[in-house]
């Protein structure tokens, strides 16, 4: 490999990481900015919202405190317009119990429907269990638009106002949140945080700047309840493991919210954080090749292997470019964690590798495990339960 070409692809990943770091900046100030609005209600007189929020199963008290925060920073700014739609399976009803009842003191305006597993023979069973869950929930739902969002959700102050408000003034097909991974209480689950700081949220602006933006994420999704009106429509979502972007491909048309939310996933240990990274990238392999191979171009340790087989020099320019993803990565945690520790070190050495390693891997024909299934591709066709 002529070592010309090989800095040209380097200077391709440092322009990358300074223009990800700018737009992502730019964006959570713009969000934060949106969040200390107050905006005018009356555009949105005649929009009711159902909020749909179902929960895994609970075996502790733990694991309620978990997504305590989440959900209240729904209840806190709910009005008689919204109802959230919760829910809980009958085993785990006696650890919710008393939460229930101290949400119904301190949110006396937030209307709060409890809905239990259904046992009908007639409902659904579809691989993804979040689908069940929301088809189950959905018939339970008042509201002129649907909410779906993820449990471990936590949204800035006037959240729904500002996303009604957009939808009124321009309504779409839908509406969807970006999000952040800003909890530094994590160690090997920065991987995530990078991944999203680093290449998805800004490869995600990059495209709704460019509009063409066609996807859609689990944090925030906000459509008419019109829109999922036949039992196809659930198949082809509640047989997708990406049934964010499924929900998206099957609307057809929608839009990228200016409001910013953050996701508070749970600390995961070495092989649970190794597993969720290699699952996240072969799930959007599947979803947009095309897009996925694109990230070549900002991967330099790869083209620094085919440089140092070509040339002979592996520790120099290996260790030259692994520094610089070092540093950029490191950057770009001091600009997005809320907290820097020195555990985040090791992590952050080995990040470069994991890059090139999970993109290497999303190619080959293997398959990811999700909810008791084990997905050989985007849909369930071909995939098999575990038994």
Not at 30 to 49: C, D
Not at 349 to 370: G, K
Request: charged letters at 15%; aromatic letters at 12%.
């Amino acid at each position: 490999m002529n070592l010309s070409f090989f800095e040209i692809w380097l200077s391709l990943f440092s322009l990358w990481g300074c223009f990800s770091i700018l737009l992502v900046s730019r964006f959570i100030k713009n969000s934060q900015k949106t969040a200390q609005t107050a905006l005018p209600l009356s555009l949105q007189s005649n929009l009711t919202l159902s909020i749909f929020k179902p929960t895994p199963p609970a075996s502790s008290s733990d694991t309620l405190t978990a997504v305590l925060l989440p959900l209240e920073s729904f209840l806190g700014q709910m009005t008689d317009r919204h109802e959230l739609l919760l829910g809980i399976l009958k085993c785990d009803l006696p650890v919710w119990q008393k939460q229930l009842i101290d949400w119904n003191q301190r949110f006396p305006l937030a209307v709060i429907k409890v809905v239990h597993e259904s046992t009908a023979s007639d409902s659904p069973h579809y691989p993804n269990p979040k689908i069940n869950w929301n088809h189950t929930l959905s018939k339970e739902a008042s509201g002129t638009l649907w909410l779906w969002s993820d449990l471990d959700i936590t949204v800035p102050p006037r959240y729904l106002t500002n996303l009604l408000n957009e939808w009124s003034h321009s309504p779409s097909g839908y509406l969807t949140n970006a999000y952040l991974l800003p909890h530094g209480n994590q160690t090997w689950g920065i991987w995530d945080s990078l991944f999203v700081h680093f290449e998805f949220l800004p490869g995600v602006l990059l495209l709704d700047r460019l509009q063409r933006f066609h996807t859609a994420f689990g944090a925030g999704i906000l459509f008419s309840s019109q829109t999922l009106t036949q039992a196809s429509q659930w198949d082809r979502i509640g047989n997708a493991l990406a049934d964010d972007f499924q929900l998206a491909q099957l609307i057809g048309s929608g839009r990228l919210s200016t409001v910013l939310v953050e996701c508070s996933s749970p600390v995961l240990t070495f092989r649970e954080a190794i597993c969720h990274y290699l699952r996240w990238h072969k799930t959007i392999r599947w979803c947009d090749p095309k897009g996925y191979a694109g990230l070549i171009l900002i991967l330099p340790l790869f083209a620094a292997l085919l440089a140092s087989l070509w040339n002979r020099d592996p520790l120099h320019l290996l260790g030259a470019v692994w520094l610089i993803e070092f540093l950029l990565g490191g950057i770009v945690l001091m600009t997005t964690l809320d907290s820097l520790s020195p555990r985040h070190l090791l992590p952050l050495i080995c990040w470069p590798w994991l890059r090139l390693f999970a993109w290497i891997y999303s190619w080959l024909p293997t398959s990811v495990t999700w909810a008791g299934t084990h997905w050989r591709a985007p849909d369930f066709e071909g995939n098999k339960k575990i038994s």
